[in-house]
């Protein structure tokens, strides 16, 4: 009886252990994911700022204004 006691506390721990362990990870992913959506806003507002560099050279110079 002591041996079925000692098996399920054993079991108890590894699950304890394997909870840790998901939980550092889900850590370390979610500050990736923060990382990469900040790279991705920074891409779109420079990827903005070059097409209106990219049609104000398309333009002449009196209708710069209006396509900004």
């Known amino acids: 009886m002591l041996a079925n006691f000692t098996d399920v506390y054993q079991r108890i721990q590894d699950l304890n252990m394997t909870y840790v362990d998901q939980s550092e990870n889900m850590a370390a992913n979610q500050n990736l994911d923060n990382a990469w959506l900040l790279i991705c806003g920074f ?26």
């Open 43 to 68: 891409l779109v507002v420079f990827m903005q700022a070059g097409f209106s560099v990219l049609e104000a050279g398309s333009v002449s110079e009196k209708n710069l204004t209006n396509i900004l």
